[in-house]
């Protein structure tokens, strides 16, 4: 099949096929014939027209001859284009062959990677019916050999016929069964490697896709975090009597803003694909965060039990970011007159964080959002576990993170 891309006017296909226009035909043609790349469907041509070359400086007996050698060298030539197609010459050219009383011939021998491409790249219905050939084809073919060589050579009694007909049938089934076999094996390990490289193209979309919600859950908590400080410190300002306390408030919102900006642009940096590390919060951090909230108005208790163990860089980044998260959410749907509990408690394998607020009145939940969806996303993905519901009018935030998954 030869595809014509018409001018940017159009922009339509055109399938020509056998002089045959038009987009009707298309699905028909589009089954016959395979699409093949310039380079491949001259490589197999000037296969075909070499052998052709050939044989054609040999003797023949008669100008059938010259017939069965062309059509073997066109199935040769188009059995990756049209493997169906080029089945149907080769039999024509057997059928040419037997009807002129031809002996075989060393043209015949196209007919093997003939059968080898109706295996490795036809569709079912063909694939089958080359299979059918080579059975029927390698009966025929036994028969005929041995009735030539009969009525050409010595004649033959009953019962050496069949033991010659058995023997050359046995011999043609292992050559023309061997050659579909090939090609069925072929086709299996291409759709097994086509099926490796697609696993392999869905685990590392799926790896940027995983990396790229990270991204945007760190995007989430930095803004929102940042900007919930910000509306904080901007109101007090606003109510302030005194110049210290407005200088300070706006001390709180310069810093805050710095720092998101610093952190927004990390986090740009990693979706423009840069591989370079930059600095993460890590549980040491917690006190400059809390301290935040505190001059924004919140009032935090931190309270820690047990010796901490080390952890993972990953691990601390999820309890800072969950801290955060949940010391956000308190100061914008909570009720900041009330003190907010953060509880770390620390044992060999693992560490818990309980952080209750109170609600604000008439009590009600937050309502489930990106910044739940990501604590608790956090938790799991370093294998840890992360509840968080209303109890007694106050919404407590429980996870655990271990120290190993």
């Not at 030539?77 to 010459?89: D, K």
């Amino acid at each position: 099949m030869i595809h014509v891309r018409s001018g940017p006017s159009t922009r339509r296909r055109k399938y020509i096929a056998g002089g045959t226009r038009g987009r009707r035909n298309a699905p028909s043609v589009r089954l016959m014939f395979r699409p093949l790349t310039p380079f491949q469907l001259t490589v197999d041509v000037g296969i075909a027209a070499l052998c052709f070359l050939v044989r054609g400086t040999m003797t023949f007996d008669n100008l059938a001859m010259w017939g069965v050698v062309a059509l073997m060298a066109v199935a040769l030539g188009i059995r990756r284009l049209s493997p169906g197609l080029a089945l149907g010459v080769v039999w024509l050219g057997a059928i040419l062959q037997m009807s002129a009383m031809l002996p075989p011939d060393v043209s015949n021998v196209a007919i093997l990677p003939v059968l080898f491409a109706t295996a490795r790249y036809g569709e079912r219905i063909v694939r089958w019916v080359g299979l059918g050939s080579a059975v029927v084809g390698a009966i025929v073919a036994s028969a005929y050999t041995v009735l030539i060589s009969g009525i050409f050579g010595t004649p033959v009694s009953v019962a050496l016929f069949f033991r010659s007909f058995s023997i050359a049938l046995f011999g043609a089934i292992a050559v023309l069964g061997l050659s579909w076999t090939l090609g069925l094996l072929a086709r299996t390990w291409a759709n097994a490697r086509q099926s490796r490289r697609d696993q392999v193209a869905a685990e590392q979309s799926m790896i940027v896709e995983q990396e790229r919600n990270r991204i945007a859950r760190d995007m989430h908590d930095v803004v929102a975090h940042s900007l919930a400080v910000v509306i904080a410190q901007a109101d007090g300002a606003r109510y302030a009597g005194g110049k210290e306390a407005t200088d300070a408030a706006l001390t709180t919102i310069a810093s805050s803003a710095r720092e998101a900006l610093a952190d927004v642009r990390l986090l740009l940096g990693q979706l423009r694909h840069n591989q370079e590390e930059g600095p993460q919060p890590v549980l040491a951090d917690l006190g400059h965060l809390v301290e935040q909230l505190r001059s924004s108005g919140l009032i935090v208790a931190v309270e820690q039990r047990g010796t901490p163990v080390p952890f993972a860089a990953a691990r601390e980044l999820a309890l800072y970011r969950i801290v955060q998260e949940a010391l956000t959410n308190a100061l914008r749907h909570g009720d900041t007159n009330e003190e907010v509990l953060v509880l770390v408690e620390w044992v060999p394998d693992a560490a818990s964080l309980t952080i209750s607020n109170a609600l604000r009145l008439p009590a009600r939940e937050p309502r489930p959002g990106h910044g739940l969806a990501g604590m608790r996303e956090r938790a799991l993905l370093v294998g840890g576990t992360l509840d968080a519901q209303a109890e007694n009018d106050r919404w407590v935030v429980r996870a655990r993170i271990p120290v190993t998954s």
